[in-house]
């Protein structure tokens, strides 16, 4: 395709500033505009079509020399505005390729700093950019995202109830929203990105971050005197311990006192506002691709997205074989098996096959026969993923990948990092880097929300940093993973792709849910778990339950394994943050529609006219007119597709809906 881009520069001059001055910029459409005000420091505001997003908002980034970049009375030297239209080739996505459409204003400062500010149609974002020799050392970087209103918002705390910020770095980065003012929310506690604020009449603002390299992530804290928010950044580790999850993460017992060490030449990460009007554009949103640095493996031939037969979650618990079920050779051949007969990509080898407590992924245990596994699976066209808990990946990285990759493996699940400071961050991208270089894939899990890598390194195939089915195997009767399926699409997933691990064939309605560690169960129907492969963007998708129960669900298990897992287009059909979400995604000649839906039941009139002419059919799977009280019930169906291109669906609560659409 031939790209066009169109730069145009405007120099408004070197003066001296006398007085507090303010420089505009507008989005392409002219319904965002920012206000950047200059005087005894920097401040932004945001205005969407006479909304107001964004109250004025200081900005500064303070250094370990004492010098605060846009503090200080900051001198403008010069400022310099262009605009750029293209699009983005995007291989392993929700869609092919990405409109990359924005006015930038670039405010440069005396002291060889800058900050640019960009305006797409749908958000604004900004960033600092250096121009210092050497290397420096940055104290903190400083935001006050302020408000007029205080608007509630959507926003999840981090899963440490300890009682510093300090003690709060080290999580998971799983959690559910709280819906609450901003004011009210719990102060004590950090907050996650990506981060939603109402701003009512159906328009809100999501606050994330983008092409975050060698620099720690940001959190966000509330104040409850005025509706304001502020940054935080965990600082960069002194003293670690090797500890925590089977002695495989490194716990940090003490602290620098500046967030991060970096060069001196260097753009910072993007600060993220999307802004909707409604919640379908949130839902579909390709903001953090669009920031994130241009990829960096020329040859991705070889990057082969799909899905994979899962072992953790089912923990092994197979039936109607004539050997010990485990983690042993007969029971990852019995996943073998399936995988082949039913197309799945990959089987992956969960925790478990490397000694325990040694931290040490060269040494496997005598149950397991790896380099017999991966022929095996090599003769069935599977391929296989290996598990590895974080310091055992990263203390060897060089050794390990490369002795996998020459035995056929083709990648690796890397776990528990549980921190997202500068020296994980840093990790991130040199993994990414180890494994590109051996045609490996890396799915990140136990680790913060994505922020663009999946660009800059494609074979970076998924993130965690989500909410996911993981949490029914010990979560109480009262946990409501029905509301947070409904709700993190337009929050988390702005940020990038979930490893969410779905596919549960056991399926309770509300009350019949429990927690159950070896046979876990899904809350809500069947058609919810097939709907979640068409609604979740996971280029790298577990199927979570054992072959066992696929077996013996023939008709929903075919569904499943044939369903892609990218994508070349993506239309959000009819969305409600926290009550429901139908969305349509085309692959080849084909379209999947997938549909969710809270607690309630619900009724939703879908508009296809996307199809455009010609004859089509319909292969759907409904809830059962008894999934309100057995929730695996369902009915499967082959339709035309109505000539008006007005698909009517009814859900039970908790319930879904899900169709594939071909000629």
């Not at 319904?31 to 920097?42: A, I, P, R, S, Y």
């Not at 926003?155 to 709060?168: D, I």
């Not at 109607?320 to 073998?336: H, L, M, S």
């Not at 800059?456 to 195939?461: A, D, E, K, L, Q």
Request: include cysteine; charged fraction near 25%.
């Amino acid at each position: 395709m031939k790209v066009q881009v169109l730069l145009t520069f405007l120099l408004l001059g070197s003066m001296p500033l006398l007085a507090q001055k303010s420089y505009q910029l507008q989005s392409p459409d002219r319904k965002l505009q920012t206000v950047v005000t200059v005087g005894d420091n920097v401040e932004f505001s945001l205005n969407h079509d006479g909304t107001e997003v964004l109250a004025p908002s200081a900005i500064s980034m303070t250094l370990q020399t004492g010098e605060v970049l846009g503090g200080n009375s900051p001198k403008v030297s010069k400022v310099t505005k262009g605009s750029v239209d293209k699009s983005i080739p995007s291989p392993f996505y929700k869609k092919s390729e990405v409109s990359d459409i924005y006015n930038e204003m670039t405010i440069a400062f005396r002291g060889d700093y800058s900050i640019v500010f960009r305006l797409y149609n749908d958000g604004m974002a900004y960033r600092f950019v250096t121009k210092k020799k050497g290397d420096m050392i940055v104290k903190d970087e400083e935001a006050s995202y302020n408000f007029s209103t205080d608007h509630k918002t959507f926003a999840a705390y981090v899963n440490s109830t300890k009682p510093t910020f300090e003690e709060q770095f080290s999580n998971s980065f799983e959690q559910p929203y709280y819906n609450e003012p901003i004011t009210k929310l719990n102060d004590k506690r950090l907050m996650i990105l990506p981060f939603l604020v109402d701003l009512g009449n159906g328009k809100k603002v999501c606050i994330t971050e983008a092409d975050l390299e060698s620099y720690p992530g940001m959190f966000l804290n509330n104040t409850t005197d005025k509706p304001s928010l502020k940054s935080v950044h965990a600082p960069y580790p002194k003293v670690k311990q090797q500890g925590g999850h089977n002695q495989l993460q490194m716990l940090v017992k003490e602290r620098e006192n500046y967030i991060a060490k970096t060069k001196g030449n260097r753009s910072f990460p993007w600060r993220v506002f999307v802004v909707s009007d409604n919640d379908k554009q949130l839902a579909d949103c390709d903001m953090v691709y669009r920031l994130a640095a241009p990829s960096r493996v020329k040859d991705i031939s070889w990057i082969k997205p799909g899905k994979v037969a899962w072992d953790w979650w089912n923990d092994w618990n197979i039936s109607g074989v004539d050997f010990r079920a485990g983690i042993n050779n007969e029971t990852y051949k019995y996943y073998i098996d399936f995988a082949a007969d039913h197309g799945i990509e990959y089987v992956i080898l969960d925790e478990g096959w490397a000694v325990n407590l040694k931290a040490d992924l060269l040494q496997v245990i005598p149950e397991i026969n790896l380099e017999e596994i991966v022929s095996y699976a090599k003769s069935k066209n599977v391929d296989i993923i290996l598990w590895a808990g974080y310091y055992a990946f990263d203390r060897d990285m060089e050794n390990v990948v490369k002795r996998y990759a020459d035995m056929g493996v083709k990648g690796f699940k890397v776990d528990f990092m549980d921190r997202d400071d500068q020296e994980i961050i840093d990790f991130l991208y040199r993994a990414a880097e180890t494994c590109a270089r051996y045609n490996m894939l890396v799915d990140f899990h136990g680790i913060c929300k994505p922020t663009g890598l999946q660009r800059t390194y494609p074979n970076v195939i998924n993130y965690e940093g989500v909410n996911g089915l993981e949490q029914l195997k010990w979560s109480p009767e009262s946990y409501d993973m029905v509301t947070y399926d409904v709700t993190f699409p337009f929050i988390r997933m702005v940020a990038g792709p979930v490893d969410y691990t779905q596919g549960a064939m056991r399926n309770a309605i509300r009350q019949n849910y429990r927690p159950v560690y070896s046979e876990p169960m899904s809350q809500g129907t069947r058609c919810r778990q097939l709907a979640t492969y068409v609604i979740f963007e996971s280029p790298l998708n577990m199927l979570c339950d054992n072959p066992t129960n696929y077996m013996r669900e023939k008709e929903c298990t075919e569904f499943i394994a044939a369903i892609p897992t990218v994508w070349e287009e993506t239309q959000v059909l009819d969305a409600k943050v926290s009550e429901y979400i139908a969305m349509a995604r085309k692959h080849g000649d084909n379209w999947y529609v997938g549909a969710l839906t809270n607690w309630e039941p619900r009724e939703l009139e879908l508009d296809l006219s996307f199809l455009g002419d010609g004859d089509y059919k319909l292969e759907l799977f409904k809830d059962g007119i008894n999934a309100d009280r057995a929730a695996s019930d369902y009915k499967k169906e082959i339709i035309p597709v109505p000539a008006d291109r007005k698909l009517k669906i009814k859900m039970a609560p908790g319930g879904g809906y899900a169709a594939k659409i071909c000629k």
